[in-house]
């Protein structure tokens, strides 16, 4: 007898010639399995990628994966639970529930993500251009849009290189941020003011005395 769920009693069972009284109550209340993955997202603060797993069932679930190869595992009673995974290569085979229904997911993700980073040398003054240059060495996923305001107006710069060159005409330079391909953030807060003058010389015409 395959029954769906609610609440039974058994009462009695008969043949031709004789009856058994049975008053044997069950309730039923299972739920087929199911397994729903989010896109990955990239969380700066935590720097790994979450996955938010919807799971439909009977808890506790298991979920059966690799990470670079390696069989892994992870159980839980939540049917929605966000998860934090480090870099590297995962294959999520399926889940199973607690009556050992199991479902099979199938779906592989190579997470290769850095930490926003930003390092910026001492300025040096450049006589070749009459500028200040400024080196950047950026960490993190290009593309990077570097923010600062010169002489209070808002000033940035996009770039997919890990290294970034600026010459500044002499004013007032504050460095805000670094903000890289995944939207995370990294705070500069640095503040340069350059005057520098141009080396020239100029030689009168001469005069005998």
């Keep these: 007898l395959y029954a ?8 009695q069972l008969s043949d031709a010639t004789c009856q058994k009284n049975i008053s044997q109550g069950y309730a039923f209340n299972y739920n087929s ?6 896109a990955p997202v990239y969380v700066c603060d935590s720097n790994k990628s979450r996955i938010i797993f919807t799971l439909q069932g009977n808890p506790p679930f298991t979920i059966q ?4 190869g390696t069989p892994l595992q992870f159980n839980t009673n939540n049917n929605i639970l966000p998860v934090y995974f480090d870099n590297g290569n995962f294959v999520f085979q399926q889940v199973m529930d607690a ?4 479902k099979t997911i199938a779906q592989s993700f190579n997470f290769q993500f850095d930490t926003i980073g930003v390092e910026l040398d001492t300025p040096m003054y450049d006589c070749d251009s009459n500028k200040t240059h400024i080196h950047l060495a950026l960490q993190g996923n290009a593309p990077f849009v570097i923010a600062w305001l010169f002489n209070g107006n808002p000033q940035s710069m996009i770039t997919n290189n890990y290294t970034a060159d600026l010459f500044l ?12 391909g995944t939207n995370c953030i990294k705070t ?4 340069y003011a350059f005057n520098y003058t141009p080396i020239a010389a100029v030689i009168t015409q001469e005069k005998y005395d």
């Excluded at 009556?99 to 199991?102: E, M, R, V």
């Excluded at 005409?169 to 890289?180: A, E, K, M």
């Design 4 to 11: 769906i769920n609610g609440n039974y009693q058994f009462i």
């Design 33 to 38: 399995i199911d397994a729903q993955l989010s």
């Design 65 to 68: 994966y690799t990470h670079d």
């Design 99 to 102: 009556t050992g229904c199991f």
């Design 169 to 180: 005409n002499n004013g007032n330079y504050d460095f805000i941020q670094v903000r890289d």
């Design 188 to 191: 500069i807060g640095q503040s």
